[in-house]
Structures are given as structure tokens and as C-alpha cells.
């Protein structure tokens, strides 16, 4: 359907639409080379179109690279790439924009633009798709909170420009999308402007155009914020990190390590699974020293007088199981000779995902206990409630040498596979967002029903699947570098098509229509809502700067924001905040920005 809408547009506009003549310099250089290159860069095809894609994308990421002051476009360089040459394409004659062009070479470009979108929501879901739910109880309800009323004012604005400024719906819906650097939302109004009753197919063009209009404010708005709040609450932000620091440890102990001498009487005989607050200190017994001999912390091991237990477990914990068994132990007995070894294992063999520790029976299958559950850079205790065994997870394991070496083999610890992406899943899980998101779902008063598009069902699918992980024998798991990799191909290929699309009437539109006026009203649209929420997060809910920065970041969907953020303050603090608001705020934009074009679309059909 979009690719519909292209044609009808370029074709309506075809009489009306004067190509210049080529420069004589552009006319002397393609009469120098081989004629099959000349028609490589001239004439319509397939290949022609995946060069220019190419062409832009080189060049929009190189010029995304350009540094002013510390501020770069970033990815949104591929889009002005996009526009100029789509714009010196139109001017001479190279057909791309052409509105002669084949058919068929408009259903590669936008077929190139849907699915860049795709493969982007759904990276972006399978990485922030684990934390998300857990996110929104306490700290991240409160951040989810402030971030939709972002979006919902953003929208507000929008509406209310084109209620009372003569903006026509089509503009102001790019406008809406482009001030908050949000590409999906961009591509699900466009298919809400073709479901419309009154017929605004042909208006896509112009959304496209008020889109490119309000995209650098979009990123440079959201920095100038950020220093605006720092300035203004002449914040400090060695003490704001250390703040994070402080509330991140008091979330999360990290595991240590103490040896620990029976001196507890009432003990004596007991085997280890019989000790006294064992489980609910959450601690693990890995070593038992014997007099000069070494023993695995078996359960069934019984406890003697004088034994020294190397136990493993966060510091509340183990301070409150020392006080009931003994006393500190001046011996480290991971240092006495014994044929006992520790080892990281990972956990690449599906069957393994989604058990806990205590499922995985390690000592009865394979006579090594478990000491801690790695998952990054993070250490769990396998006593913990809640910790389930995730693809790529490395257990903390002690045993003799052959045992470990057998748990190994079991659990698969393999790095080829960790790093070895898992490529159906991505197929599958695709499938089922475009289904979820091709289908309608009737709301009460609107004229159309909505959907999720092609951006939204991706998204919610992912969300959903790495948080489940495991769906028989698929495992959504993507290792990081895969995953940056696909997010980075797919927003760079959409945005390269979106600026090869509205680029012909860029330059005319910015110097003969509304174009400034547009810019002008998408500078609100940026600045009031993150401004108004920015200022109550700090003033009102006490919020850190470092997670006011994330939480601007995500509320806009803008990655360039983000990376400035964590440039400017030096931590990871602003990406925490910043994935927990994403997931709903990238929701709810494109359901904002369907729900605007549906609601008055009737009105503009009249009016524009």
C-alpha cells in the first residue's frame, strides 16, 4: 500500500514536476565512462537503487560522525544524506525520483525501508525485553510514568498546531514524529493517512517532509535540555554518580566469599543441608576443610568440631550465617592442596534455559556444586528465589577436574555457540510481529481501527520472547555485537529510504512552503514536554540527573541523545533509565501517532 501511495503521488506531480537539464559537467563525466556504468548510475534498476542505498548510507554515517561542539547528528546523518541526493537526483535527472521510473525499483526501496524498520524494533525489543517488566514495579513505574506524559504532551501540541495554526494533518504528524526522532511512529501514521476515510494516501509525502523539517531539533533539543537542567540546578555529577552507586548497592549485594570455623556445639553431626539458616541467607557451601583434608560442600556431608566451611553468598548473609555457625577463619581453604578446582561454565544447550540451579541437580548428575550464576557483569546466588538459568549464562562451578569437565560438556559451554546467532528465531519471531501488527484492533469512536504495524508488532513480539526466552527449541538469544549490528543495518537502511523519499521537495518546501514555520512549531513539540517533565523530575520527584538524562533520551526514542548523555556524565546510568522507559514510550508513540491521524482525519479532509 505504501508503495501505492508513492506512485499515485509521483505520478499526480509528474506534469507539474520540471526537471532541469543535467549540468554540462554531470554530461561530460558519464560520457567518459564504460556505457554499463554510465547506465549503473542512470538508469532505473534494481541495482541502481542498491548502490545509491549504499552510497547514502557510507555517506550519512560518515557525516553522522562529524563533531560540533561534542554534538553529532549520529544515524540521523544517513536521513540529510538521503535528502540531498534525492534532492540533486530530482534536479538532474538521475532517476531514482524519477517519476518515470520502473515500478518494480519503488517496491525494492520500500521494501528495504519496512523490513530496516523491522530488524531496528525487534533488536532493540530482544535487548531491553528481559528488564522491561520487572522495570515497571517501584522506581520504573515512576519513570514510565513521566516518560508517557512526554509523549502524551508531545502529542497534545501536535494536535493543537494543527487545530489552531492551519497546519494540515499529514504535516503535523511529522512534525510530531520528527521532533522525537522516532522513525516507527513515522511509519505507522503513514499507514493510518492511507486507512483514513477521507482518502490522505497522497498526504504521506508531506508527513515525510514535515519529518526531515523537525528532525535536528529533535536531537539537539533533547541535549540542550540536559544542559539546561544541569546548569540551572548547577548539578555536581561526581556526586550524582555517587548517589547511583550507592542506591545500585543497596538493590544488590555482591556475592564474597568466608571461611568460616564451626564452633556451634548444637551443630556437630548435622549434614550441611540441615544448617541453620542455610537457605534463607542465601549462601553455598563450595569447600569443607577436614583437618588437613579438602571436601566438596555435599549436602550430605556432616559437620565436625573445628571444620572450616568456605561458603559463598552476598554479606548480610554471610555475616548472619557466621554468627550462627562459628567464628571468622583465619585459614583460606581454597589455598590447602586438595583435588578440588573452580570454573566458569556457560550455559549454551537450550534444554538447560529457564531452570533454576536446583533443577539442573550439578551435584547428583555430576558431583560439583554451584557457587554463583554470572549473567554479565553480575553475580547471583544460586540459592536466590527468582534466579533462572538464561542462554549464555556462565555458572561458578567446584568439583574435582574429570566432574567439572563432565558438567561442562553437559551445559554445553561452548563460546562458538554463544557467539553463533540464533537465526530462525529471528524469522519466527519477525512472522509473528508483522501478524500482531497487521492486525486491526476496532477502539470505540475512532473511524478506522488501529494496528501495531510493522513496527509496533516486531517490538511487542520481541518484548515478549526474550523475556520468555525459550519457546520449545527456539531461543531468542542474540549475542550483543549480532544484535548492535542488525539494530544499526535496519535504522540506517530506513533512514536512507525515507530520506531518498521526501528529499525531491526538501529544499523546495524549506525555502518555498511552511518549511521554517514548520521548524519552528516542531522546536515546541521537542522542548515544552521534556522541559516541563525534566524540571518536575528533579524539583518534585528528587530524580538523579544521570537518570533524568535517560529518561529524556528514551522518552524521545533518540540514541544520539543517549550517547551524548553518557559521554557528558561519564556513566552508564542515563542507558538503565533509559531501556526501562524505551519499550513503552516507542508504544505508545506509534499508537499516538495512528490515533491522531484517525481521530480528525475526517476534519482534515475538509479543512486541508
Not at 41 to 68: E, N, P, R, Y
Not at 148 to 165: N, P, Q, R, T, W
Not at 452 to 478: D, E, F, M, Q, T
Amino acid at each position: 500500500m505504501f508503495l501505492d501511495m508513492s506512485l499515485s503521488y509521483v505520478l499526480a506531480s509528474e506534469a507539474a514536476t520540471q526537471v532541469t537539464t543535467r549540468p554540462a559537467v554531470l554530461t561530460e563525466f558519464l560520457a567518459t565512462l564504460p556505457k554499463w556504468f554510465g547506465d549503473l548510475l542512470t538508469l532505473a534498476s534494481v541495482a541502481h537503487i542498491m548502490l545509491v542505498l549504499c552510497v547514502v548510507s557510507a555517506l550519512g554515517m560518515a557525516l553522522g560522525m562529524i563533531k560540533f561542539r561534542g554534538i553529532s547528528l549520529g544515524i540521523g546523518g544517513v536521513l540529510f544524506a538521503g535528502i540531498a541526493l534525492a534532492h540533486y537526483a530530482r534536479q538532474w535527472g538521475i532517476p531514482l525520483l524519477d517519476p518515470g521510473a520502473d515500478p518494480k525499483n519503488w517496491h525494492v526501496l520500500h521494501f528495504v525501508q519496512e523490513f530496516g524498520l523491522i530488524l531496528f524494533v525487534y533488536t532493540i525489543g530482544i535487548q531491553v525485553g528481559p528488564g522491561f517488566f520487572s522495570s515497571l514495579r517501584k522506581d520504573g513505574l515512576k519513570l514510565n510514568l513521566m516518560a508517557a506524559s512526554i509523549v502524551v504532551l508531545g502529542a497534545i501540541i501536535a494536535v493543537c498546531i494543527f487545530k489552531f495554526a492551519n497546519v494540515p494533518l499529514a504535516a503535523a504528524v511529522g512534525l510530531f514524529s520528527g521532533s522525537t526522532t522516532n522513525t516507527p511512529s513515522l511509519q505507522a501514521a503513514a499507514e493510518a493517512l492511507k486507512l483514513a476515510e477521507v482518502g490522505m494516501a497522497d498526504k504521506v509525502p508531506m508527513q515525510q517532509n514535515a519529518y526531515a523539517m523537525a528532525y535536528p531539533f529533535g536531537i539537539l533539543g533533547i541535549i540542550f535540555t540536559m544542559l539546561l537542567i544541569r546548569g540551572v540546578f548547577k548539578i555536581s555529577l561526581e556526586k550524582e554518580q555517587s548517589e547511583i552507586t550507592k542506591a545500585q548497592a543497596s538493590r544488590r549485594e555482591p556475592l564474597v566469599m568466608a571461611d568460616i570455623e564451626v564452633k556451634n556445639s548444637a551443630i556437630v553431626g548435622l549434614p550441611l543441608a540441615k544448617l541453620p539458616e542455610l537457605q534463607a541467607c542465601h549462601v553455598t557451601i563450595s569447600r569443607v576443610l577436614k583437618g588437613d583434608k579438602v571436601v566438596l560442600g555435599a549436602p550430605k556431608v556432616t559437620v565436625g568440631a573445628g571444620d572450616v566451611l568456605h561458603v559463598v553468598g552476598p554479606q548480610t548473609g554471610v555475616d548472619r550465617f557466621r554468627d550462627k555457625i562459628g567464628v571468622a577463619s583465619k585459614i583460606d581453604v581454597r589455598t590447602v592442596h586438595s583435588p578440588l578446582t573452580y570454573q566458569k561454565i556457560l550455559v549454551t544447550k537450550g534444554e538447560f534455559v529457564g531452570q533454576t540451579v536446583e533443577e539442573l541437580e550439578l551435584l547428583e548428575r555430576h558431583n560439583v556444586t554451584c557457587t554463583r550464576v554470572i549473567r554479565g557483569d553480575i553475580s547471583m546466588s544460586p540459592m536466590s528465589s527468582g534466579v533462572h538459568i538464561a542462554y549464555g549464562d556462565a555458572l561458578g562451578v567446584v568439583g574435582e577436574e574429570d566432574d567439572v569437565k563432565e558438567a561442562a560438556a553437559a551445559l554445553g559451554n561452548s563460546v562458538k555457540a554463544l557467539n553463533h546467532p540464533q537465526i530462525v528465531p529471528i524469522f519466527v519471531a519477525i512472522a509473528l510481529g508483522v501478524i500482531l501488527g497487521s492486525w486491526a484492533i476496532p477502539l470505540p469512536n475512532l473511524p478506522a481501527p488501529v494496528k501495531l504495524g510493522l513496527a509496533g508488532g516486531p517490538l511487542v513480539v520481541a518484548l515478549i520472547l526474550s523475556r520468555i526466552s525459550k519457546v520449545g527449541p527456539l531461543i531468542y538469544y542474540l549475542p550483543q555485537s549480532a544484535n548492535l549490528a542488525l539494530r544499526e543495518i535496519g535504522i540506517v537502511l530506513f533512514l536512507a529510504c525515507v530520506g531518498l523519499n521526501c528529499g525531491g521537495d526538501f529544499v523546495k518546501t524549506l525555502t518555498e512552503g511552511d518549511g521554517l514555520k514548520w521548524m519552528g512549531y516542531a522546536t515546541l513539540i521537542t522542548f515544552l514536554p521534556i522541559a516541563i517533565v525534566g524540571f518536575f523530575a528533579r524539583i518534585v520527584m528528587k530524580t538523579n540527573f544521570m537518570t533524568i538524562c535517560g529518561l529524556l533520551s528514551g522518552s524521545m526514542t533518540d540514541p544520539p541523545a543517549l550517547a551524548f548523555a553518557g559521554q557528558v556524565t561519564g556513566s552508564d546510568a542515563p542507558s538503565v533509565a533509559y531501556s526501562t522507559v524505551y519499550p513503552l514510550t516507542m508504544i505508545l508513540r506509534i499508537f499516538l501517532a495512528q490515533t491522531i491521524v484517525l481521530v480528525f482525519a475526517r476534519a482534515a479532509g475538509t479543512v486541508n
